[in-house]
T-cell receptor
Framework: ETGVTQTPRHLVMGMTNKKSLKCEQH?????MYWYKQSAKKPLELMFV???????ENNSVPSRFSPECPNSSHLFLHLHTLQPEDSALYLC??????????????FGQGTRLTVV | GQSLEQPSEVTAVEGAIVQINCTYQ??????LSWYQQHDGGAPTFLSY????GLEETGRFSSFLSRSDSYGYLLLQELQMKDSASYFC??????????FGTGTRLQVFP
């Protein structure tokens, strides 16, 4: 248990569905991140939120829509996904955006399969 | 663009020492950190280098050379449980944490 909780752990969805991934952190951190991890690829940074404000959108397609209502919660809304979007989606948090010295804490991820 | 390169796989035996290298090309570089990820698990933070030199944390040490855009993770007294994927990650002033390609370490008895 890292203090970062993601739900659901597994998700299978059709290309026409709409679903949301949820992330919650209980560490008092101010920055939260979404990463995508595909097989045989490095973790890809998708979005960064610092103090609830989006500071980074790493050229992510609009079918992925993040939402950060407060510093403890982060959502990733999904719609009209493609099979190549199947991957492990990881949420992470860190203190005041300093992702170096104190490290980023990751959730267990959501294994997404698009059929 | 920004990239961090690592060897794809490293093998070693229990009790040995192994070094995992990381070369990076990033803008606004702040520091280099290392993460461990077991199959099916989440990445966990191991160490961070904000300055050049060696940082030691138990059996793990990490090194950074900014002039060479290079770092490494040194694992000593290897144990079977150290079999996992290891990622270097570059922090930037823009609050980005960019991960390397990952190195799969297999420890044999």
């Amino acid at each position: 248990e890292t203090g970062v909780t993601q739900t659901p752990r597994h998700l299978v969805m059709g290309m026409t569905n709409k679903k949301s991934l949820k992330c919650e952190q209980h560490l008092g951190h101010n920055a939260m991140y979404w990463y995508k991890q595909s097989a045989k690829k490095p973790l890809e940074l998708m979005f960064v939120y610092n103090f609830k404000e989006q500071t980074e959108n790493n050229s992510v397609p609009s079918r992925f829509s993040p939402e950060c209502p407060n510093s403890s919660h982060l959502f990733l809304h999904l719609h009209t996904l493609q099979p190549e979007d199947s991957a492990l989606y990881l949420c992470a948090s860190s203190q005041e955006g300093r992702t170096g010295g104190v490290g980023a804490f990751f959730g267990q991820g959501t294994r997404l399969t698009v059929v | 663009g920004q990239s961090l390169e690592q060897p794809s796989e490293v093998t070693a035996v229990e009790g040995a020492i192994v070094q995992i290298n990381c070369t990076y090309q990033t803008s606004g570089f702040y520091g280099l950190s290392w993460y461990q990820q077991h199959d099916g698990g989440a990445p966990t933070f191991l160490s961070y280098n904000g300055l050049d030199g060696l940082e030691e944390t138990g059996r793990f040490s990490s090194f950074l050379s900014r002039s060479d855009s290079y770092g490494y993770l040194l694992l000593q007294e290897l144990q079977m449980k150290d079999s996992a994927s290891y990622f270097c990650a570059a922090s930037s002033v823009a609050d980005k944490l960019i991960f390397g390609t990952g190195t799969r370490l297999q420890v044999f008895p």
